[in-house]
């Protein structure tokens, strides 16, 4: 499971809405790829490396508030081409499904 958080923005003095960079927590049954408040880019290289054991893997990606699309694609990029990887779900953080998978993988 991956939870994306997009850090709050801040205005800008031009007016703008500024995002900070995407931190993604990465939480897997291996030690080695779990990872908490990573870049996009470093969740990606580690879906890019990640390997089943003879099954595949489930992959679920949960977001509060809002997930910038550039950080969302750069992160279904790193699946691309894991023949071991499977999206099982994409969809909010803070209620419904995501919520509940969240709280779950957290205790």
């Known amino acids: 499971m991956l939870?994306?958080?997009?850090?709050?923005?801040?205005?800008?003095?031009t007016g703008y809405t500024v995002?900070?960079?995407?931190?993604v927590s990465i939480y897997s049954?291996?030690?080695?790829?779990?990872?908490?408040?990573?870049s996009a880019a470093q969740a990606a290289d580690v879906l890019k490396h990640a390997r089943g054991w003879k099954s595949a893997?489930?992959?679920?990606?949960?977001?509060?508030?809002?997930?910038?699309p550039e950080d969302l694609i750069g992160i279904l990029e790193g699946m691309n081409g894991n023949s071991d990887l499977m999206l099982g779900y994409v969809g909010?953080?803070?209620?419904?499904?995501?919520?509940?998978?969240l709280d779950k993988v957290r205790n």
Do not use: L, W
């Not at 803070?94 to 998978?101: A, L, N, R, W």
């Open 57 to 68: 893997i489930m992959i679920i990606i949960v977001f509060h508030n809002t997930v910038r």
């Open 29 to 38: 049954d291996e030690e080695v790829e779990r990872k908490q408040k990573v």
């Open 3 to 13: 939870e994306i958080t997009t850090p709050s923005h801040k205005e800008a003095t």
């Open 92 to 101: 909010s953080a803070d209620y419904g499904p995501g919520k509940q998978d």
């Open 19 to 23: 995002y900070a960079p995407a931190e």
